[in-house]
């Protein structure tokens, strides 16, 4: 009976060893990226292997969570979704818009046509648009991954409109003024207007009542509130590939190619408002200056990346990318009365080309199966565009504000975003 117990229990060991021996012996799964995977009872995946970026992540040793993503070493499309927060350079130069005081353009104050009174002082320049901002934005990308590595994808990057205002009123700093009370009042330089921008017949105790029209003439002489304002909008959009070039067990290097469009919107707008004695304003009684200048531009772009495996679930990469852009420039200027009847405006079409090249500094985590997570620093350098050095051009006959090269322009900031494999 011993005997017996002794040989079956000697049997039974023989065959969990056996057993043991066949699991180390299993061959190998192959991830996609030259790693090793032995299957386990519960099998330890690889991660999916693109997403935001479409690179084969490192391992991820957590089990399978059943959601409707894709799995290790599959081709098909994928998905990703990221909030931007950038800071862009103000492309828009020193100016003086508005000074306190007036002219006495009839000459029936002072004798003398165009004879000026007040201080003088600037009372609105461009300078005081204020600091620069970061606004918020997004980007989307959609792709397809093939078997052999290669990804084909497009993406569109928005960012919201940053505005900067400033404005002056004639309420003077500590309400300082000449005895005459001139530099309650502002003037700007415009001149060769039509006579429906002459604005109040009585703006100032120098105009006799009933008179028909004002010692100060125009909307721009005697005015009583000036506001400026500066809008920037950037878009950006990608179509291209990115196929591996060389890789080892914890890094890869990849090659990047593909059409890129970018395009700088940015506007300049003046709006100034002619009061009455008895402080009223009618609509023809405002004027609305606008600058607008487009700059889209097209072309080919070319990169790499590099990516390190820096543990479990996370990676850190670096990418590069260079463009020559053809830009396709669009300058509009025009003049408006405040009730929509009259206005004036000249356009000015124009082309040059400007070298682009961007930079991105990504930490990749892999927390599921089919699911990517990225937050990173970016910077986007664009050089020789073009730029509102004056932005108020004065003659309202042959409106000409002057522009001026951007020898550098930076937008950069962070993302952060998610993507999905399915």
Same mark, same amino acid.
């Given at each position: 009976?011993?005997?017996?117990? /002794?040989?079956?229990?000697?049997?039974?060991?023989?065959?969990?060893?056996?057993?043991?021996?066949?699991?180390?012996?299993?061959?190998?799964?192959?991830?996609?990226?030259?790693?090793?995977?032995?299957?386990?009872?519960?099998?330890?995946?690889?991660?999916?292997?693109?997403?935001?970026?479409?690179?084969?992540?490192?391992?991820?040793?957590?089990?399978? /969570?059943?959601?409707?993503?894709?799995?290790?070493?599959?081709?098909?499309?994928?998905?990703?979704?990221?909030?931007?927060?950038?800071?862009?350079?103000?492309?828009?130069?020193?100016?003086?818009?508005?000074?306190?005081?007036?002219?006495?353009?009839?000459?029936?104050?002072?004798?003398?046509?165009?004879?000026?009174?007040?201080?003088?002082?600037?009372?609105?320049?461009?300078?005081? *648009?204020?600091?620069?901002?970061?606004?918020?934005?997004?980007?989307?990308?959609?792709?397809?991954?093939?078997?052999?590595?290669?990804?084909?994808?497009?993406?569109?990057?928005?960012?919201?409109?940053?505005?900067?205002?400033?404005?002056?009123?004639?309420?003077?700093?500590?309400?300082?003024?000449?005895?005459? *009370?001139?530099?309650?009042?502002?003037?700007?330089?415009?001149?060769?207007?039509?006579?429906?921008?002459?604005?109040?017949?009585?703006?100032?105790?120098?105009?006799?009542?009933?008179?028909?029209?004002?010692?100060?003439?125009?909307?721009?002489?005697?005015?009583?509130?000036?506001?400026?304002?500066?809008?920037?909008?950037?878009?950006?959009?990608?179509?291209?590939?990115?196929?591996?070039?060389?890789?080892?067990?914890?890094?890869?290097?990849?090659?990047?190619?593909?059409?890129?469009?970018?395009?700088?919107?940015?506007?300049?707008?003046?709006?100034?408002?002619?009061?009455?004695?008895?402080?009223?304003?009618?609509?023809?009684?405002?004027?609305?200056?606008?600058?607008?200048?487009?700059?889209?531009?097209?072309?080919?772009?070319?990169?790499?990346?590099?990516?390190?495996?820096?543990?479990?679930?996370?990676?850190?990469?670096?990418?590069?990318?260079?463009?020559?852009?053809?830009?396709?420039?669009?300058?509009?200027?025009?003049?408006?009365?405040?009730?929509?009847?009259?206005?004036?405006?000249?356009?000015?079409?124009?082309?040059?080309?400007?070298?682009?090249?961007?930079?991105?500094?990504?930490?990749?985590?892999?927390?599921?199966?089919?699911?990517?997570?990225?937050?990173?620093?970016?910077?986007?350098?664009?050089?020789?565009?073009?730029?509102?050095?004056?932005? /108020?051009?004065?003659?309202?006959?042959?409106?000409?504000?002057?522009?001026?090269?951007?020898?550098?322009?930076?937008?950069?900031?962070?993302?952060?975003?998610?993507?999905?494999?399915?």
């Amino acid at each position: 009976m011993r005997q017996r117990f /002794i040989g079956g229990a000697l049997l039974a060991a023989a065959a969990v060893l056996a057993g043991a021996d066949a699991g180390r012996a299993q061959a190998p799964a192959d991830t996609g990226r030259g790693l090793p995977v032995y299957e386990l009872p519960i099998t330890a995946r690889a991660q999916a292997p693109t997403g935001i970026g479409g690179l084969d992540p490192p391992l991820n040793a957590e089990p399978t /969570i059943p959601i409707p993503t894709g799995h290790a070493g599959d081709a098909g499309f994928y998905t990703s979704a990221e909030f931007m927060f950038l800071t862009q350079t103000r492309t828009v130069g020193y100016q003086i818009v508005a000074y306190r005081g007036i002219v006495d353009s009839t000459g029936r104050i002072t004798g003398l046509p165009g004879m000026y009174l007040g201080s003088g002082q600037p009372a609105l320049t461009t300078r005081e *648009l204020g600091r620069t901002t970061f606004t918020p934005g997004f980007r989307l990308e959609v792709g397809y991954k093939f078997e052999g590595g290669l990804q084909l994808y497009a993406n569109y990057l928005q960012l919201f409109d940053a505005h900067y205002s400033a404005g002056a009123t004639l309420a003077s700093p500590f309400a300082r003024s000449r005895p005459d *009370l001139t530099d309650t009042f502002l003037v700007a330089g415009v001149f060769n207007f039509s006579p429906k921008f002459a604005g109040p017949g009585q703006k100032t105790a120098f105009d006799p009542p009933g008179a028909g029209s004002s010692n100060t003439y125009g909307i721009w002489d005697g005015a009583s509130t000036m506001d400026i304002k500066f809008t920037q909008r950037f878009q950006q959009a990608d179509i291209g590939g990115r196929m591996p070039l060389f890789q080892t067990d914890y890094s890869r290097v990849y090659g990047m190619a593909g059409g890129r469009f970018a395009w700088f919107f940015e506007r300049f707008g003046w709006i100034t408002t002619s009061y009455d004695v008895d402080g009223n304003a009618n609509p023809q009684d405002a004027a609305f200056y606008t600058n607008t200048l487009s700059q889209r531009m097209y072309g080919p772009f070319v990169g790499c990346g590099h990516e390190i495996f820096l543990a479990n679930q996370f990676s850190l990469s670096v990418d590069l990318t260079g463009a020559m852009l053809l830009s396709v420039v669009k300058e509009r200027v025009n003049y408006e009365l405040g009730d929509r009847s009259t206005e004036a405006k000249r356009g000015v079409n124009d082309w040059g080309l400007v070298p682009n090249a961007n930079a991105a500094l990504n930490l990749w985590w892999y927390p599921i199966e089919g699911v990517q997570v990225r937050v990173g620093y970016q910077a986007m350098s664009f050089f020789n565009t073009r730029a509102m050095q004056e932005p /108020i051009g004065f003659d309202m006959g042959a409106m000409d504000p002057k522009y001026a090269i951007q020898g550098f322009r930076l937008l950069h900031g962070f993302n952060f975003g998610v993507g999905l494999f399915f």
